[in-house]
């Protein structure tokens, strides 16, 4: 409000002063604006009104005496005008002055004592003639009770004028190597001190009102960083360390933050910065590696770093061709990082990004967008951000080049390591999922590469064949291998080579391989003589046909059918005496006898979309690399990038060259269950020839695999809308005493879905040792308070409502778990470690149940006697809504009840 009546005085003064002469129209304006910016209005109509400018109350001396709080005033208003008006300057270029010569109150703003501090005067000093009487004179004095802020508004406003003066003076800082000169400018013409005062500004300021000292560091670093390079590496560690404690502050950290990184990581800075490589270069890495981490647990915060490198790196580039991507060059790392960004949430954190996904998508419609910038935060703008910015780079421009080709070096090694540190990892993993983005990037920068590159990057490529993958890391190297093989024939012996190891080394690792060969007419399509390169291929297919492992029979029966067509389409006289041979053992494979896994399996195979549909060079597209064969091979569905966002991301131009996607694909009509999955380690793998070492792990998500049970509404709410399966065992525990039992209890019911946990207290669930065997199951289950003297009263109640009491306990007419059958509506109780089920509660059992026994300890612990009950109810409920078990329909009230 203050800022754009400042620019109305400033445009209109007549009009605003006549506004101000009338006192009821001034009551209702003046009530709407805080008290520091009613005495800024005030202070620019007084010194219009009587000609004197401002900047006299600034110039006034103390002459030893004690200010007043009206003193005092007068100075913190009248910089804060003067801060209001050019902030009016620069959000109005029809204001700016055409000449850059300087006035009179440049000059006097450029030789200003910058944080200067004011004194706090006394509770009892009486204000400033100047100061207006009534209701604005009695609230300014109380203005001595919050000085702090006061005094903060005053450097601030400082440094707001002082930026405004760089960005419009920056021609006149002089270069390091230049004379020192009468400085008329001093602020300007002497920017070491300059920079060293914001230095003591940052020091003194609170956090939120650091942003114009930031603005003021962006003009003045990269005209220092040569000369002064310890003092410009103080300013990025010491701005990092403001920025970064703001991060919990939402209005305030996203305005710094885009500050901080505009000077820190600006074109200029990053290109001396690592021309010279010294501590302001380190430090540099090192913010980027922190902002990076920050990204993990701060959504947004690599997406303005990226963005912002992307566009100062493609701006630089048109105007100096010959050095453009001079900044990116040394800082490919952040590339690197872009492409492979994404962290792995949990199931609450992943809500949490969920429901903060849709509030932005609502755009305007919801409030909170209007006072928080949307600036695509999510996650995957970050990789759709760095993709973009790669695709504008010419591959026959020579920086351009050398900077795709070191990038790919880095991502080779990036998944060689991620092979290294786990050679074991379950799909849709962090590994699963870093490991799958390089090899997207990789298709993507693929056109760039020429013969000499690809022969220097192909044994890499081959070895990360030969690793054991989720399926789709293995598609995405099959294709790679494909395209390279297509481009480059002179690549084939090499190809052959890797068939040429063991078995022991190869393993099924042969399969990924094989399957290139499937493609062999695309492969040789631009080789003149064919038939050699057919008739190596026979002789491999065939060497592997004889394998002992039935997947990689299966492929490479795959391989040899389509390598046999070729053959005979091309007329390959060579292969005539093997014609009965192949062609027998192809029906033989055709013919498999009865329905096991054999026939299944080679049905499977032949039809699954990577040998049916698949075309490595027509489906060459984005959609197809980031959208299509993600979905198709079963990668979470967070991990899908469809062309509607990449073309919603306008940060970074699109490549009207790039193919982004095919209209006519038949990919694009397939869904995930369509045809068969891949086998062996490429998804699920024949029932047959199954090694311990070609297993990886797969963790399941038990939420969603029975979205359509009938929930009960009084049950976890929460649980409910995430679609999580709830049975209608309830377990009680009100008789144990350990908090391990009870954690470990918590944890047992929420993963297999029990309606809800009773226990003895509520408090329970505070204590560290429960804490720490529930790992969080409490916040997914019911816990229900019923004291131990209570539990009569309870039991009797749920048996009212149709629960069958079950007792844990062995008495002498107990039933053998080996034979029960749990009812639906089942309610377990369980003793206490040492006492058991007391008598008194066991005559208000339906029936008691003990577990086999075959060693010589009497009993359990009580936590897993009652985790495999709960297994066992929950084994059979599954099997019941498979198919009623006929001996599970009688009620088991018909069982003998414990006298």
């Known amino acids: 409000m203050a800022q754009m009546l400042s620019l109305l005085f400033v445009m209109f003064p007549a009009l605003v002063w006549e506004l101000m002469e009338r006192s009821f129209c001034a009551k209702v304006l003046l009530r709407r604006i805080a008290d520091l910016d009613r005495c800024q209005l005030y202070l620019m109509v007084w010194a219009w009104k009587r000609g004197n400018p401002i900047c006299r109350h600034l110039q006034e001396s ?84 919050g000085w702090g802020k006061i005094v903060a508004q005053y450097i601030h406003s400082q440094w707001v004028c002082l930026s405004f003066l760089l960005r419009r003076y920056h021609t006149l800082i002089p270069a390091p ?153 040394d800082y490919s790392e952040l590339v690197l990082e872009a492409c492979v960004f994404g962290p792995v949430f949990r199931r609450d954190q992943r809500l949490i990004q969920d429901v903060q996904a849709f509030i932005e998508n609502l755009g305007h419609n919801c409030a909170a967008n209007v006072v928080l910038e949307n600036s695509k935060r999510e996650d995957c703008y970050v990789r759709i951000c760095a993709i973009k910015f790669l695709c504008l780079l010419d591959g026959s421009n020579i920086p351009h080049k050398l900077f795709l080709e070191d990038l790919t070096l880095k991502l080779l090694d990036k998944d060689e390591l991620v092979s290294k540190s786990r050679t074991r990892y379950y799909e849709n993993s962090l590994q699963h999922r870093v490991k799958n983005r390089i090899w997207q990037t990789l298709l993507v920068l693929f056109p760039r590469f020429d013969q000499h590159f690809s022969n220097g990057i192909i044994d890499k490529i081959f070895q990360a064949g030969f690793t054991n993958n989720q399926a789709s890391i ?68 065939l060497q592997w046909c004889l394998s002992h492992n039935f997947s990689v029979r299966l492929y490479a029966l795959v391989a040899l059918k389509k390598v046999w067509h070729m053959c005979k389409a091309l007329c390959v006289e060579e292969c005539d005496a093997w014609t009965k041979v192949i062609e027998g053992s192809l029906s033989q494979a055709e013919s498999m006898h009865g329905a096991g896994n054999a026939k299944r399996n080679w049905q499977r195979i032949q039809e699954h979309f990577f040998f049916s549909a698949f075309h490595p060079l027509k489906d060459y597209c984005l959609e197809t690399i980031f959208h299509t064969l993600p979905r198709l091979s079963g990668v979470a569905e967070e991990e899908w990038l469809s062309l509607s966002k990449f073309v919603s991301f306008t940060d970074v131009p ?19 269950g369509t045809g068969p999955s891949r086998m062996q380690d490429h998804g699920s793998r024949p029932e047959e020839d199954q090694p311990e070492w070609a297993d990886v792990q797969r963790k399941i998500i038990p939420c969603g695999l029975s979205a359509d049970v009938d929930l009960e509404p009084g049950f976890q709410h929460r649980a409910a809308r995430l679609g999580k399966s709830v049975s209608r065992l309830i377990v009680v525990a009100s008789l144990i005493d350990k908090p391990t039992n009870l954690g470990g209890l918590c944890r047992t019911c929420e993963v297999f879905g029990a309606a809800a ?55 002498a007419r107990s039933s053998s778990l080996a034979h029960f059958c749990f009812p639906e509506k089942s309610l377990l109780l369980l003793g206490n470690e040492r006492e058991g089920i007391p008598a008194s509660l066991i005559q208000q059992l339906d029936v008691c149940v003990e577990i086999p026994q075959q060693g010589v300890i009497r009993s359990l612990n009580v936590h897993v006697s009652g985790a495999l009950l709960i297994w066992e109810y929950t084994r059979q409920q599954l099997r019941q809504r498979a198919t009623p078990h006929p001996e599970c329909l009688a009620s088991p009230r018909s069982s003998e009840v414990p006298g």
């Open 654 to 672: 699109s490549d009207a060259a790039s193919p982004w996607y095919l209209p006519q694909s038949p990919l694009s009509v397939l869904s995930p």
């Open 62 to 145: 103390d002459n030893g005496q004690e200010l007043t709080l009206g003193d005092q005033s007068r100075r913190v208003v009248s910089m804060a005008t003067l801060a209001a008006v050019c902030e009016a300057i620069d959000q109005q270029p029809v204001l700016q002055p055409d000449s850059l010569d300087a006035g009179p109150v440049d000059r006097f703003l450029s030789a200003f004592p910058f944080n200067q501090m004011l004194q706090k005067p006394l509770p009892g000093a009486q204000a400033g003639a100047f100061i207006p009487t009534g209701e604005v004179g009695d609230r300014i004095v109380n203005l001595s009770q």
């Open 757 to 811: 946990l009773v226990v003895g207290s509520r408090q329970c669930a505070s204590d560290r040792q429960f804490l720490h065997l529930s790992v969080s199951a409490e916040q997914w289950l019911p816990l229900v308070e019923v004291k131990p003297a209570q539990l009569t009263h309870y039991l009797q109640q749920k048996k009212a409502e149709g629960y069958t009491i079950i007792g844990v306990e062995q008495t």
């Open 474 to 541: 293995k598609y995405f190297i099959e294709w790679v291998i494909i395209l390279m093989l297509h481009k480059f024939p002179r690549l084939l012996p090499k190809f052959w080579d890797c068939f040429s190891f063991g078995e022991e080394r190869l393993k099924t690792s042969v399969c990924t391989f094989l399957s290139v060969l499937p493609h062999l007419d695309i492969i040789i399509e631009n080789i003149p003589e064919k038939k050699p390169v057919l008739k190596q291929a026979l002789i491999v297919t």
């Open 177 to 329: 190597e230049s004379g020192a000169l009468e400085p008329y400018l001093p602020a300007v013409q002497m920017p070491g001190h300059t920079l060293q005062s914001a230095l003591d500004a940052l020091a003194i300021l609170p956090a939120d009102r650091v942003l114009p000292v930031f603005r003021c560091m962006k003009v003045l670093v990269p005209k220092l960083l040569t000369s002064s390079e310890s003092l410009c590496t103080e300013s990025f560690d010491m701005a990092w360390k403001i920025t970064s404690s703001l991060s919990n502050t939402q209005l305030t950290f996203w305005p710094n933050f885009k500050a901080f990184v505009q000077f820190v990581f600006d074109n200029k800075v990053l290109t001396i910065a690592a021309k010279v490589k010294g501590q302001a270069y380190l430090k540099i890495k090192e913010i980027m590696y922190k902002v990076v981490e920050m990204s993990a647990i701060k959504t947004g915060v690599f997406n303005i770093l990226i963005s912002h490198c992307c566009r100062s790196w493609m701006v630089s580039a048109p105007s100096r061709p010959q050095r453009s991507l001079s900044g990116a060059q």
